[in-house]
């Protein structure tokens, strides 16, 4: 072979081996992120049934100070909650020690303090499970069930961004009426043999009440996140108007992503993945009412978006309100982790892990088999959007590595 062929055939061996290398080196850095996600998530899956017991892993610690210890500011919960049954346990049972008026909002709902001095947020129920709520996607009252749900749903997203939520009967003449406050108490009323309250809201009504089946209540019960974290709250960029006739921005201009990355705190740091992440969570439950949302106080965007508030949500099983994703189909990002959960998920996984999860809830069943089926529709409906943005953009343009921090630079 003459030299000058010899030079050219180690020249293209040399850069098969570089191209190799790097291909391989490629591939071992996206297998491991890949491998750590599938463990995560196969661990999930082990822990999806949460039995609630009374025992205590660490017995010199009340229920309540395990799950104040749990909230940092990227999650409300670690993924290995060894004593999660026993402080749901605790929410459903505990005893109550005094029952008010829910904190100011449009909805009803009643502020729980238990035994030793937690407190928890009580929806009541008003829909049977099969109700369709027609209208607007955010028409209608809170869903208890809907806070139920989405809970789980966000254990098996991996986002672990939602306050703890168990159903709970109470009995509102035997465990409500007596710790009552003047106010909450001026609300009870007798509707047939039901007793009925309808507490202080922007909605409340005295001709709307919420109503037991007899003096027993089914509700969902929302532990308070502890006060050492105190709360911000932040308009949604991709709130609604609520207002017939005028239309959001966003609903409008298709380049209105542009405009909020440029804007703090979706500039810079993780707060645009956490509004995509929501849009999806949101999607899947069909909560259309996200007009704000909260964050840790002067976290200056590090902090979690803190999924509060998903009782606007399971409505209408047969309502897919696209416009929901409009953070992912605007923006076409969406972080690695969440794209390999979604992915997971498909072919029934999703439905079959809910189901699961829930089933041990003293509410259950949660949902409706529609509503079960709905979020296997909607889940194909998200990664057919992502491929869409893959196909216009590709993939590492729209599939943002989430280990590190994002920045709009």
């Known amino acids: 072979m003459k030299l000058k062929q010899r030079v050219v055939l180690l020249a293209i061996l040399l850069v098969i081996f570089i191209f190799t290398k790097v291909f391989l080196i490629d591939n071992l850095d996206t297998s491991a992120a890949h491998r750590e996600d599938q463990r995560a998530f196969q661990r999930m899956l082990s822990g999806l049934r949460v039995a609630l017991e009374p025992r205590l892993e660490h017995t010199l610690q009340s229920p309540w100070e395990i799950a104040a210890q749990w909230v940092v500011p990227r999650e409300v919960y670690p993924e290995d909650t060894p004593e999660l049954g026993a402080v749901m346990h605790a929410m459903s049972t505990k005893k109550i020690i005094k029952a008010d008026v829910g904190y100011k909002g449009t909805q009803l709902k009643a502020l729980l303090v238990l035994e030793g001095g937690q407190k928890v947020v009580f929806k009541p129920k008003r829909y049977a499970r099969d109700y369709i709520v027609e209208g607007e996607p955010y028409a209608g009252y809170d869903r208890h069930n809907a806070e139920v749900a989405a809970f789980h749903l966000d254990r098996i997203l991996g986002f672990r961004r939602a306050p703890l939520v168990v159903g709970r009967f109470v009995n509102l003449r035997t465990e409500i009426k007596p710790v009552a406050t003047e106010q909450l108490l001026g609300t009870f009323m007798t509707v047939g043999n039901n007793t009925c309250f309808y507490g202080k809201c922007y909605y409340c009504r005295e001709t709307e009440p919420a109503c037991a089946d007899g003096d027993i209540m089914e509700g969902s019960v929302t532990l308070w996140l502890p006060d050492v974290w105190p ?117 029934g996984v999703l439905k079959s892990a809910l189901k699961t999860a829930m089933s041990h809830d003293p509410i259950s069943p949660v949902l409706s088999t529609p509503h079960l089926d709905a979020l296997d529709q909607r889940l194909l409906s998200i990664l057919a959007t992502v491929k869409q943005c893959t196909d216009q953009f590709g993939p590492d343009a729209v599939l943002v590595e989430d280990r590190m921090t994002l920045s709009h630079l």
């Open 231 to 347: 709360l911000q709250k932040h308009r949604h960029p991709w709130g609604r108007t609520y207002r017939e006739g005028k239309l959001a921005r966003w609903e409008y201009d298709e380049s209105y992503c542009d405009a909020v990355k440029k804007t703090s705190p979706y500039d810079s740091g993780p707060r645009l993945l956490d509004i995509i992440d929501t849009a999806i969570f949101d999607y899947l439950i069909g909560n259309a009412d996200r007009h704000h949302y909260e964050s840790f106080q002067d976290d200056e965007g590090a902090s979690m978006l803190i999924l509060l508030d998903n009782a606007k949500s399971f409505g209408n099983p047969a309502l897919d309100e696209r416009s929901i994703l409009a953070p992912l189909y605007q923006c076409c990002i969406i972080r690695v982790s969440t794209w390999n959960r979604l992915n997971y998920l498909k072919n």
